[in-house]
C-alpha cells in the first residue's frame, strides 16, 4: 500500500462528503490535492495541502476549510491528531496499529513489497540505453549509462509501466568505415605483414587483432588480392557483429540484457529515413535554407554555409531548425535518429526514454522536437544525460586499457570490484551529476561505503534471524510465522521510525519511476539501513532494546519480524538495482 496515496483517497473523500453536506461548493477540482511526508519528521507522519488549494474556487479562506476537514480526518480510525498549520496545511498523526500493519504487509508481500499498478494503462514505455558505436569495447563511461538504463526499466516495470529495453546499433556512417579499415589492417598482420604503427585516425586498440586473425584464418589471403570496394562490406558486417557479440558479453557480465537490438544501416536500408522526410514534407516541416553559424563555439558537423534541406524544428521548442540532407543529399545523423524514433512510434511507443552521454546535451532539444513533430504530439521523449565518470584508484587516475587503446573498459571495471558494486555506485550520484569511482573505496568494509553499509545491514538482519533461531527453542523466523507475532510489542520510537521508513517504499518506487530517477532508490536504502543500524546500536545500549532477549519469547517474536521485514524491504530494493543481496559478509 502506497500510504500517502490511500490517505489522498481519504482527504478526497471527506472533501465530497463536505460538498454533499453544503460546507464546500460541490465540484471541486481535487485534482492538485496531495498527501506527503511534512518538511519536519516532528510536525507529523502525513501533511495534506487540501484547504490551500480548495481555498480559491471554494471562496473560502484556507484556515477555515482546514479545521473543518481536520476534524473530519481526527474521526478516521488511524488517525490520532490533525493539527492545523501554518496558512492551512493539515498535519496528521497516525495510530501505532497503523505501523505495524504496514509490517504485516511487508511480511506478507514478501520481495513482492512495493509492486504496483501506477503505471498501468500508460501506454509502452521505451527506454534505450547505451547503443554505442559498435567501434570497440564499452567503457567506464558506457557502464554509467547501462547501469541508469537498466535499473530504470526495472523501477518501472515494479510500479505496472509495460516496459521494453532497446539498444540502438550506430552501424551505419564513417565510423564503421574507419573500423572495418582499422580491422583490414589487424588482418594484414595476421598475415605476416608489418603494419607498422596503426595510422592516426583508426582504432589503435588490441581488441582488434582477434577480428584480423578470425578472417584470416577463414579467408587466407583472399582479401589481400582485390580492391576495397571489394573488400570493405566484409570487413565491415564481420567486425561489427563481431564487436556486437563483445558488446554484449559485457553487457551480460554487468548483468544486462535488452530486449530489442535495432540497427541503424538496416533502418536506412528499409527507406525509414525516407519516410521521415516524405512525412515531415507532407506536413509542411521541411524547406531549403542556409544556416547561421553557431556563435562563439565550432560549428556541428551538420552545419554548412550552403542551403540545405532544414526541419522547422523551432516550431516545436528547438533553438534553431536542424539540417536533414547534406549539400551532397547524404542524410545528417539527425534524420537517421529521428527515423529511429519513428519506428518506435509507429511500434506502439508512446513513451520514450533516452539514456544519453553527457556530450549528448546538445541534442535534447532537436530529438524531443522531433519526436513531437512525427507524432503529432501523441508521444513523449525524456533524455537522461550521464555525466563522466572518473576512475580513480587510490586517489590516482587509473591508467588505459592497452587492449581498449586509450581507455578503460566496462570489463576492467567489473574484474576489478564486481557487477554489484558497479551497478550500486553508479546510482549514488543523480546521472547529471560528475562522479568519482575510486577501485580501493569502492571495495572497503567501511559506513563510508554505500555499497557495503547496505549489504553489511541485510547480512546483519540475515545474522540476526539466524541465531533467534538457534538460541530460541521453538522459535520460527520464518516470514510466514513471524507474521502472527504479536507486533503492538513494537513500542519504542526508534522501533515506529524504523517501520515508517519501510512503509514509505511504495510510495518512493511509484515516485522515482514517475520522475524516471533510479538513483532515488539508492538514496532511499541508505536512509533504510541508517535507521535499522541505529535501533541496532541503540539496542545493544539499552537491554530493554534488545533484538534478542531469552526471557520474553514474544518481544523477541515481534522485533524478528521487524528484522525480517527489514531485510526484505533492503532485498526489495535491491532487486530494482538488480544487486543479490549477500546472507554473510565474509
Known amino acids: 500500500m502506497n500510504l500517502f496515496q490511500h490517505f489522498q483517497a481519504e482527504v478526497i473523500r471527506q472533501i465530497e462528503a463536505m460538498a454533499a453536506e453544503g460546507a464546500l461548493p460541490g465540484g471541486l477540482d481535487t485534482s492538485r490535492v496531495g498527501v506527503e511526508p511534512p518538511r519536519e519528521a516532528s510536525h507529523g507522519d502525513v501533511t495534506t495541502n487540501a484547504a490551500m488549494v480548495l481555498a480559491k474556487p471554494a471562496g473560502m479562506k484556507p484556515r477555515d476549510i482546514a479545521e473543518t476537514l481536520a476534524d473530519r480526518l481526527l474521526a478516521l480510525d488511524d488517525v490520532t491528531a490533525a493539527e492545523v498549520a501554518g496558512p492551512g496545511f493539515i498535519n496528521l498523526r497516525l495510530a501505532d496499529g497503523f505501523w505495524h500493519a504496514r509490517l504485516m504487509e511487508i511480511l506478507a508481500a514478501g520481495r513482492a513489497y512495493g509492486d504496483s499498478d501506477f503505471g498501468a494503462g500508460t501506454g509502452k514505455v521505451n527506454v534505450e540505453y547505451v ?7 564499452l567503457h567506464v563511461a558506457h557502464a554509467r549509462g547501462a547501469v541508469v538504463g537498466d535499473v530504470l526499466a526495472r523501477l518501472l516495470k515494479k510500479a505496472g509501466y509495460d516496459v521494453t529495453t532497446e539498444y540502438y546499433i550506430n552501424d551505419a556512417g564513417a565510423q564503421v568505415e574507419v573500423l ?4 583490414y589492417l589487424r588482418y594484414c598482420q595476421a598475415l605476416g605483414e608489418d603494419i ?5 585516425g583508426m582504432y589503435p586498440g588490441e581488441y582488434l587483432i582477434p577480428v584480423g586473425k578470425a578472417i584470416a584464418d577463414a579467408d587466407g589471403d583472399k582479401w589481400r588480392h582485390v580492391d576495397e570496394d571489394t573488400w570493405l562490406p566484409h570487413f565491415r558486417e564481420f567486425t561489427v557483429r563481431e564487436m556486437m557479440a563483445q558488446v554484449r558479453e559485457d553487457l551480460a557480465a554487468l548483468g544486462v540484457e535488452q530486449d530489442v537490438f535495432t540497427s541503424e544501416k538496416e533502418l536506412v536500408a528499409a527507406g525509414a529515413v525516407d519516410g521521415v522526410y516524405k512525412t515531415l514534407s507532407e506536413r509542411d516541416l521541411i524547406y531549403t535554407g542556409v544556416l547561421e553559424p553557431p556563435k562563439g563555439k565550432p560549428p556541428p558537423d551538420d552545419w554548412e554555409p550552403r542551403p540545405q534541406a532544414l526541419f522547422r524544428a523551432t516550431q516545436f521548442g ?6 536533414l540532407k547534406k549539400s551532397d543529399g547524404s542524410w545528417t545523423y539527425f534524420a537517421n535518429d529521428i527515423a529511429n524514433h519513428l519506428d518506435k512510434y509507429k511500434r506502439g511507443f508512446t513513451q520514450m526514454i533516452d539514456i544519453f552521454g553527457a556530450d549528448h546535451g546538445g541534442y535534447v532539444k532537436r530529438m524531443k522536437a522531433a519526436v513531437t513533430a512525427v507524432s503529432e504530439g501523441k508521444a513523449e521523449l525524456d533524455i537522461k544525460l550521464c555525466q563522466m565518470v572518473h576512475l580513480m584508484k587510490d586517489g590516482e587516475p587509473m591508467r588505459m586499457s592497452k587492449r581498449a587503446g586509450n581507455f578503460v573498459t566496462l570489463r576492467d571495471l567489473i574484474d576489478e570490484v564486481g557487477k554489484d558494486v558497479v551497478r550500486f555506485l553508479m546510482l549514488t550520484r543523480k546521472s547529471d551529476s560528475q562522479m568519482e569511482f575510486d577501485l ?4 572497503e568494509q567501511s559506513r563510508e561505503n554505500p555499497v557495503f553499509y547496505v549489504q553489511y545491514a541485510h547480512a546483519r538482519c540475515r545474522s540476526v534471524l539466524r541465531s533467534a533461531a538457534e538460541e530460541i527453542s521453538g522459535l520460527d523466523t520464518s516470514a510466514e510465522a513471524l507474521a502472527g507475532a504479536d507486533l503492538s510489542l513494537l513500542t519504542d520510537p526508534a522501533e515506529l521510525d524504523l517501520i515508517k521508513v519501510m512503509a514509505a517504499w511504495p510510495r518512493t518506487v511509484d515516485q522515482a519511476a514517475e520522475a524516471h530517477e533510479p538513483h532515488r532508490i539508492a538514496f532511499y536504502l541508505n536512509d533504510l539501513v541508517s535507521g535499522f543500524h541505529a535501533l541496532w546500536n541503540k539496542g545493544n545500549d539499552d537491554t530493554g532494546l534488545r533484538f534478542l532477549q531469552a526471557d ?11 528484522v525480517q521485514a527489514t531485510a526484505t524491504v533492503i532485498a526489495s530494493g535491491l532487486d ?4 543479490v543481496p ?3 559478509l565474509r
Open 318 to 323: 528547438d533553438d534553431v531548425d536542424r539540417p
Open 552 to 562: 520474553n519469547a514474544d518481544v523477541t517474536r515481534a522485533r524478528m519480524a521487524m
Open 180 to 183: 572495418a579499415t582499422s580491422a
Open 196 to 200: 607498422g604503427e596503426i595510422p592516426d
Open 131 to 137: 547503443s554505442a558505436n559498435p567501434t570497440g569495447p
Open 582 to 584: 549477500v546472507e554473510e
Open 576 to 579: 530494482v538495482l538488480g544487486v
Open 440 to 443: 580501493v573505496k569502492a571495495v
